[in-house]
Nanobody, 115 residues
Framework: QMELVESGGGLVQPGGSLRLSCVGSGDDFSLADMYWYRQAPGQKRERVARFSPGGIIHYADFVEGRFTISRNNAKNTLYLQMTSLKPEDTAVYYC?????????WGQGTQVTVSS
């Protein structure tokens, strides 16, 4: 079992930056395949980025070099540094862990990009 708690969302102007954090419980965080997803109102949840246990990193095409995913296994924490934010980045951002066939989700953190 793993619990995930996201933080760091908020209201930011276009072009601004935010850093999201996701803290996981348990002592096998380092073995989990970790993801950031997002869901805008009326839209399907979509994958933003992945950081595998072996260090494979992948971003969705819409990231366009603006976001950076990282993890600190010693702190059981996953990060998403977001820069050059656009209004279309407005969504609830979720942390996801996949471990031993099980999917775990956080409660989400709201990111709103607006002037």
């Amino acid at each position: 079992q793993m619990e995930l708690v996201e933080s760091g969302g908020g209201l930011v102007q276009p072009g601004g930056s935010l850093r999201l954090s996701c803290v996981g419980s348990g002592d096998d965080f380092s073995l989990a395949d970790m993801y950031w997803y997002r869901q805008a109102p009326g839209q399907k949840r979509e994958r933003v980025a992945r950081f595998s246990p072996g260090g494979i990193i992948h971003y969705a095409d819409f990231v366009e070099g603006r976001f950076t995913i990282s993890r600190n296994n010693a702190k059981n924490t996953l990060y998403l540094q977001m820069t050059s934010l656009k209004p279309e980045d407005t969504a609830v951002y979720y942390c996801n862990a996949f471990r031993l066939g099980e999917n775990y989700w956080g409660q989400g953190t709201q990111v709103t990009v607006s002037s």
